[in-house]
């Protein structure tokens, strides 16, 4: 259910920042929007997909992985900001990093969408901080969308003939199975394949 206050009463604010209900509130231009707690199976898929992520590409590329850290519209912190599942930084992005809170786009951010959420909603922002690709795992079933940003633009990548849907930013490969996991693996490195509950 939606639903839309013109203000919110304090009391219910203290509350949310007393019991910590307030740890996925998001800032849309000034706007609160209050999300709830992902359930466990989305918690548990991006544990995985964040450790993957940290074992393989972030180790071999001095990268950094990150989960649910504030993303701001440069200089609108706390006014303006999304709170992606995990995001990729490069080196090159480093600077970005204020640690409470990112001050500009990732490299890639990655949304796990579960039913009624608004990872959609949130790909015209991404694009607008210049994240070059945001993935989009689907909770229930695992399969992946890899939007790649071109002229301020996403577009869906393609998967290849057996299915594989590259990341550029990663080096990877993923794929959904056909019993809702994911398998993802760096590209050319078979030995790095894993099946992601």
Same mark, same amino acid.
């Given at each position: 259910?939606? /639903? ?57 590329? @001095? ?31 480093? /600077?970005?990093?204020?640690?409470? =809170? ?10 796990? =969408? @579960? ?11 991404? /694009? ?38 590259? @990341? ?30």
């Amino acid at each position: 259910m939606k /639903a839309v206050m013109a203000n919110v009463p304090e009391h219910i604010l203290e509350w949310r920042r007393r019991t910590g209900a307030d740890q996925w509130d998001e800032m849309w231009e000034g706007v609160l929007h209050m999300a709830p707690s992902p359930n466990r199976d989305h918690q548990d898929f991006e544990l995985s997909l964040a450790m993957w992520l940290r074992l393989h590409w972030a180790k071999a590329t @001095s990268g950094r992985v990150y989960t649910r850290i504030n993303v701001a519209e440069p200089g609108t912190w706390p006014d303006n900001y999304r709170i992606p599942d995990i995001v990729l930084l490069t080196p090159n992005r480093f /600077a970005i990093d204020h640690n409470e =809170y990112f001050n500009g786009g990732p490299d890639a951010v990655i949304e796990i =969408y @579960s039913p009624g959420d608004e990872t959609y909603e949130k790909l015209d922002f991404y /694009a607008k901080l210049n994240v070059r690709e945001v993935w989009v795992c689907d909770r229930d079933t695992k399969r992946p969308t890899i939007f790649m940003l071109t002229m301020g633009k996403y577009q869906v990548v393609e998967a290849d003939d057996e299915g594989w849907i590259r @990341s550029n930013v990663a080096n990877c490969e993923l794929r959904a199975t056909a019993d809702g996991e994911l398998k993802i693996r760096l590209s050319g490195r078979g030995e790095t394949q894993a099946r992601l509950p």
